[in-house]
């Protein structure tokens, strides 16, 4: 065969893209394609074209579960799967953790004038990939009222249109408590009741993607991004 | 959903971003596209609850092969719907020989004189040429290459389906493609 006809080239290029080309001619053909870029500027040519039928068939819109399905395959493990994570979180993580807060804290947490009665706990939550998204530090102060104080990190991946919602999960395995929404820059802090404080102390962190605002349930909604622990200075 | 007046450059800076695992620009890639693409998948696989873990499966492939997307090779949406449309011929190869062309596959649109509601579907101006010259051919002929292009079907099972010679067929579809390229360059 003449690979140089014109013809036989859109011939076999309209055909592969569009799928009739089968069996031996098919293998025959890739083969050639490897070292003919003229065959493969003539592909994307019939790729472009064939294609457009996709835009002849009326848009439907999917179910929103498909979207969260799609993130949570991507980015995020379901909320019970967050709980044995950190339970099952290996000691020499944790660890390293703990003294990167603790570093953290020490440089940068203190404000001025202020004695914490108490040493502040502190936490990192990070996502499935150990990447660390805010630094947490539980402080007490001398009348017994508690502060979560979350510092937004550099690496954390914003959401505009969305709100991340940071959650206790007792360590009972009783239904997740919702502490507050976190800043996606800069610094923020939520009162924490003195009620939760003693389960704060053996449960986990978990945050999820809410809408914005929060979840609407008042329990996780979205996936679950980041995940931690506290643990004391 | 009406479909976003989106253009393909932001498209393609969208496909960028996500390939710098930007989940903003995904998500944002995901509300323009994800309709048409759905309705792709609807199309070739008939079934709602297949065409949704193929639609995941498509953005799961689109998310981790963003960095890999040409823009001078390809549009954004040719190359997502080349994503979309080879996951779907997957999805349909590997199931049961029953589901065959279902009843939830009529072709008889293209083959029809009237090919209106086709028209009224499309988005965007290029798949208008590629409509108009659609129209030019005989009706079993454009039928023929929206099966193949829908259905993945080979000229052996598009004899069958449309009950003629298979010598025929295989003319049908390549003077079809042919006279396509012909006009599609003309205009």
């Known amino acids: 065969m003449n690979y140089d006809n014109e013809k036989l080239k859109d011939m076999l290029t309209a055909e592969y893209v569009l799928g009739t080309l089968r069996g031996r001619a098919r293998l025959r053909f890739l083969r050639l394609v490897e070292t ?46 967050a709980l044995n994570w950190w339970r099952g979180l290996a000691l020499a ?28 706990n502190v936490a990192v939550l990070t996502d499935s990939d150990a990447k660390a998204g805010w630094m947490l530090s539980l402080t007490r102060s001398a009348d017994g009222k508690a502060e979560m104080h979350a510092a937004a990190l550099p690496s954390l991946q914003a959401f505009p249109d969305k709100s991340f919602e940071l959650w206790m999960l007792p360590a009972d395995k009783s ?23 003693a389960a704060l102390d053996k449960g986990g962190l978990a945050v999820s993607l809410e809408p914005q605002g929060g979840s609407p349930t008042g329990s996780p909604t979205g996936p679950v991004l980041y995940q931690g622990k506290l643990a004391q200075i | 959903m009406a479909t976003s007046p989106i253009s393909p450059a932001e498209l393609s800076l969208l496909l960028a971003k996500t390939s710098q695992g930007d989940r903003h620009a995904f998500s944002k890639l995901y509300d323009a596209t994800s309709a048409k693409l759905f309705s792709l998948a609807i199309r070739i696989l008939t079934r709602r609850d297949l065409a949704e873990e193929a639609l995941q499966d498509a953005f799961v492939s689109i998310w981790h092969h963003a960095g890999s997307f040409n823009e001078g090779r390809a549009s954004a949406m040719t ?59 005989a009706p079993l002929q454009r039928q023929a290459i929206a099966m193949s292009y829908f259905h993945g079907l080979a000229h052996e099972q598009l004899a069958q389906q449309l009950i003629q010679p298979l010598g025929t067929i295989k003319t049908w579809i390549r003077r079809g493609l042919q006279s396509l390229k012909n006009c599609i360059a003309k205009a």
């Not at chain 1, 019939?46 to 999917?62: E, K, S």
């Not at chain 2, 349909?92 to 009224?120: C, K, N, T």
């Open chain 1, 36 to 81: 003919r870029p003229d065959w493969q500027a003539a592909i994307d040519w019939w790729r472009h074209r064939l294609n457009l039928l996709a835009d002849m068939v009326p848009a439907i819109t999917p179910r929103k579960e498909v979207w969260q399905h799609i993130e949570i395959r991507l980015y995020g493990q379901r909320l019970r799967s």
């Open chain 1, 93 to 120: 993580a944790s660890s390293f953790v703990v003294v990167l807060a603790v570093f953290m804290v020490l440089q940068a947490q203190q404000p001025a004038g202020v004695t914490s009665p108490a040493p502040p």
């Open chain 1, 175 to 197: 239904a997740p408590v919702s502490l507050g929404i976190l800043p996606q820059q800069g610094k923020a802090s939520m009162p924490i009741p003195p009620t939760l404080l």
């Open chain 2, 79 to 137: 190359w997502m719907t080349t994503i979309m449309r080879n996951r779907c011929l997957d999805l349909l190869r590997a199931m049961p020989h029953e589901h065959g062309l279902g009843e939830g596959q009529d072709f008889d649109q293209w083959a029809s004189e009237d090919l209106s509601p086709i028209e009224q579907a499309i988005s965007g101006q290029e798949a208008h040429v590629l409509l108009n010259c659609m129209k030019a051919l």
